[in-house]
């Protein structure tokens, strides 16, 4: 199993929907939950990071952390067909070195 | 200001060869980590630097190594190619270390034929 799941997609939305997009995961250790954006060919752009549980809020991006379900949440308003990419979930302990990443949600906006 | 840098954009390697690739950290940034991704995959932790230290290293044989220059730059060498190591390799720096703001470069692409 898997310490990071992600439904790899793909997943299409029209354009002005609100995108739900989520991961979950076994490490009961890990403390920072981060959101990557990757368009094709690129390298991941962070979105933004939680520390602990709760929302975080930028702009049109939303992201919330459960810890008590292991599982973490990016939701995207007004979506727009730039937002087309793979989202990919990363994740950390306190202290760690390293990011363990899901496999990546690739999603279309339809215009 | 100018981002994380990779060299080069892409390569094609025998199985056997040697590789070196290279990367050059955000300004004012200490800290240099190396992931390897595997198309339709997630980024794999391979190293991570920090003031030309090593701080972690992932689940890669030995012919993985890196190293870290004074001026914060840093080498991936990879011996010995196989055909499994094609793959996006990334580079992501930090200021101190910090895993929860990395910021990645555009990565090099091998391919190993």
């Known amino acids: 199993q898997k310490e990071v799941e992600q439904d790899p997609g793909p997943l299409s939305v029209p354009e002005g929907a609100i995108v739900s997009l989520n991961c979950t995961y076994s490490n009961s250790a890990f403390q920072y939950f981060m959101w990557y954006r990757q368009y094709s060919r690129k390298g991941p752009e962070l979105l933004m990071y939680t520390y602990s549980s709760g929302n975080k809020e930028d702009g049109r991006f939303t992201a919330q952390v459960d810890k008590s379900s292991k599982y973490i949440s990016l939701f995207i308003r007004d979506s727009q067909p730039s937002d087309s990419a793979t989202y990919l979930c990363a994740m950390s302990g306190f202290g760690n070195e390293k990011l363990t990443f899901g496999t990546g949600t690739r999603l279309t906006i339809i215009p | 200001d100018a981002g994380v840098t990779q060299s080069p954009t892409h390569l094609i390697k025998t199985r056997g060869q040697h590789v070196t690739l290279r990367c050059s950290p955000i300004?004012?940034?200490?800290?240099v980590s190396w992931y390897q991704q595997v198309l339709g995959q997630g980024p794999q932790f391979i190293f991570q630097y920090y003031e030309k230290e090593e701080r972690g290293r992932g689940n890669f044989p030995d012919r993985f190594s890196a190293r870290q220059f004074p001026n914060y730059s840093s080498e991936l060498n990879v011996n010995a190619l196989l055909l499994g190591d094609s793959a996006l390799y990334l580079c992501?720096?930090?200021?101190?270390?910090?895993?929860?703001?990395?910021?990645f470069g555009p990565g090099t692409r091998l391919t190993v034929t």
């Open positions: 300004s004012g940034h200490k800290s």
């Open positions: 992501a720096s930090s200021k101190s270390g910090t895993v929860y703001e990395q910021y």
